[in-house]
């Protein structure tokens, strides 16, 4: 038991690989040291293994450290920027020349004359930085600085941030949110693997083995603590297997496999092929099995006796189920790696095998309960037909994701529901009897969970009807495909009604905003507008397949005070992260980060999207100032409405402010 739970924690460090690299972390300070006259710090701490280049390098050789400062009207700069300590030197092989650079810290200091206690420092810092293994791309971080205020602000480095303003309102909170959502996500996956896990205990190869194994507890054991005591082991070998498959995933995929998977029209497509398999198993086509030679191997393993014995007593639990939990697990598992999450199959398997688990130790203390539970029957099949027509339901959702990302036109958003309508309709008439499969029992009599099921599967499925003609349908809007695919609306414009193409804007033919929005979906486009009009931006890092995007956009951009502000105050640029429509040859690059070879639209946002802020989740929302400068801290998925209608507030503020600017200018 001690050798698996340290191969666990080992597993758990492979967490560390889905990092981007940030090597440098800045802060920036202004201290007074004479009258009237400021010193203004720029503080570099550099991660181990990784240097700095000075700004007194020879050309011909890597990137110096540079400073740019912006005019400074009620201030001047005295003097040129120093650093502190000296740069170390050394020849380079790579570039061929001696250079000079800094480890572990240095600062930068420029000082500055003003009487103005309103007085700011703003620009940008450009730098570079090397490991023994690679080095980065020459990186910009924005800074503005009050002079006289002795604030302190902090970042780190970001691959090419031409335009992100660095300053402890800023770069702090972006964490926060992203941690939030992430935590958000994390938590629905927990919660899906603990009802899965519930579910499988009804299943029929695990339902009637409680009573056996419970029996086999107390009978074996010479003392009621000594039974409750196998029977938390043997709870806690469940747990401890099915985390380690959660983890296997990652270890064997990798973490950042787990995240484009999030994303990736090809997993999407293999995501709809393993439910189809899994559907049709539960639906009695076929089961799916282990080898028995290995089960076998397994059982004579579990009568080894002690804690070893127990063990493998689970682990031959968790073999001779397979051909029912398999199909859960499995479809629990695609669930838990299209959030993009390397935490997210082990956090499932906890969840499911947590559940899984419980009944059997709480039998094992209390096995007077037994006498409550239900005698197995027909009704356990029951349960695995119920499982399978849902499994068909949830394959379809992947289906749309590819057809969306790669234009195909197959799916609509009417046919997605018609298809859905007849799934849930069959699931209803199944549970009220009507329909019966060849290996189903005579449903005689109704129970009342089976008659309560039904009722829910009716209600949801009429809930589903009034999509077919335009309604919004905002509970499951997450799930199905944007309203700008439905062909059929009440109005009979063969088109969403809320939705409406941008006309004259790159790639408007491609994707369409929801509520009539007027977007953008080219990044420079979008941009060079909103200077042009001097309104702020709203990055929307999105995707076909982003479930939490159609969320956001159904339940917080249709508040009316969202929408006003996205349709009067601000310039939409939509990102489509995982659309498949290739680049012009003369658009195709290769990335500087990651070096991939970058041919489709979505492998430019998703990389522009990296580089720039050091995340691939989606969504993502930042809001940039007429001028590319961010006015507030970025947001991940997050349904609180006035939240975002604060976060959106900032960004008008800020192109506000730029237009006093320019007039006094």
Excluded at 160 to 167: A, E, P, R
Excluded at 307 to 323: D, E, K
Aim: include cysteine; aromatic fraction near 12%.
């Amino acid at each position: 038991m001690k050798k698996i739970i340290l191969m666990l924690f080992c597993l758990l460090s492979l967490q560390a690989f889905a990092k981007i690299d940030t090597p440098v972390h800045w802060k920036f300070k202004s201290t007074n040291i004479a009258k009237d006259q400021y010193a203004v710090t720029f503080t570099a701490q550099i991660d181990k293994g990784w240097h700095l280049y000075s700004q007194f390098l020879k050309s011909g050789g890597p990137i110096p450290t540079s400073f740019k400062f912006d005019n400074l009207p009620s201030a001047s700069l005295v003097g040129k920027v120093t650093e502190k300590p000296a740069a170390l030197k050394g020849f380079d092989q790579s570039f061929g020349m001696t250079i000079e650079y800094h480890e572990h810290e240095v600062t930068f200091t420029q000082l500055v004359h003003t009487t103005d206690p309103q007085a700011h420092l703003t620009g940008a810092l450009t730098f570079m930085v090397c490991s023994g293994q690679k080095c980065l791309p020459p990186s910009d971080v924005s800074f503005d600085i009050p002079v006289s205020g002795a604030v302190t602000a902090s970042g780190s480095s970001s691959k090419q941030l031409n335009s992100q303003k660095v300053t402890a309102a800023v770069a702090k909170p972006v964490a926060a949110h992203a941690s939030a959502a992430g935590d958000h996500s994390l938590l629905g996956i927990f919660i899906a693997g603990f009802i899965g896990g519930l579910a499988a205990f009804f299943l029929p190869c695990i339902y009637p083995m409680v009573p056996l194994t419970v029996s086999f507890f107390t009978k074996r054991s010479g003392t009621r603590a000594q039974g409750i005591r196998a029977a938390a082991i043997y709870g806690l070998s469940i747990i401890a297997i099915y985390v380690g498959l959660g983890l296997l995933i990652t270890a064997i995929f990798g973490a950042s496999a787990l995240n484009e998977a999030a994303s990736s029209a090809s997993f999407n497509l293999l995501f709809f092929a393993i439910l189809l398999v899994f559907a049709f198993s539960f639906l009695g086509a076929f089961e799916i099995t282990l080898p028995s030679f290995f089960v076998n191997k397994m059982d004579e393993k579990s009568d080894s006796g002690g804690w070893i014995g127990l063990f493998f007593m689970a682990f031959t639990l968790s073999l001779v189920s397979f051909s029912c939990t398999g199909p859960l697990i499995g479809t629990l598992l695609v669930e838990a790696v299209s959030k993009g999450s390397y935490l997210g199959p082990a956090l499932g398997m906890f969840g499911f095998s947590f559940a899984l688990a419980l009944p059997f130790t709480l039998f094992a203390i209390f096995p007077s309960w037994l006498k409550g539970l239900p005698k197995s029957g027909g009704w356990l099949n029951s349960v695995k037909v119920c499982l399978g027509l849902l499994e068909l339901a949830l394959a379809f959702k992947y289906l749309t994701n590819v057809d969306l990302a790669y234009h195909w036109g197959l799916i609509s958003r009417d046919l997605f529901l018609v298809i859905w309508i007849i799934i849930f309709s069959i699931l209803a008439l199944y549970l009220l009897g009507k329909i019966r499969l060849s290996h189903d029992s005579e449903v005689s009599s109704l129970s009342l969970p089976r008659l309560v099921l039904a009722m829910v599967t009716l209600i949801f499925t009429l809930y589903l009807v009034p999509g077919l003609f335009g309604a919004p349908l905002k509970g499951i809007s997450g799930w199905l495909p944007p309203q700008s695919t439905q062909q059929f609306t009440m109005s009979g414009n063969g088109t969403g009604s809320d939705t409406k193409p941008s006309t004259g804007h790159k790639y408007a033919g491609l994707f369409h905003a929801p509520d009539n929005i007027d977007a953008f979906y080219d990044y420079d486009e979008g941009l060079a507008y909103a200077k042009k009009v001097n309104k702020p931006v709203l990055l929307d890092f999105t995707g076909w397949s982003c479930t939490n995007c159609r969320k956001m956009e159904a339940s917080v951009w249709s508040d009316p005070e969202v929408l006003k502000r996205l349709k009067n105050d601000y310039v939409l640029i939509s990102l489509y992260v995982d659309d498949r429509t290739g680049l012009s040859e003369s658009e195709k690059y290769v990335s500087k980060v990651s070096a991939k070879a970058i041919g489709t639209i979505g492998q430019k946002w998703s990389d522009l999207q990296e580089t720039r802020f050091d995340t691939n989740a989606q969504p993502f929302y930042v809001v940039l100032g007429p001028d590319g400068q961010p006015a507030a801290e970025p947001r991940a998925f997050d349904l609180n409405v006035q939240a975002y209608t604060n976060f959106l507030d900032k960004g008008i503020n800020a192109a506000k402010k730029s237009l006093i600017v320019q007039n006094l200018n």
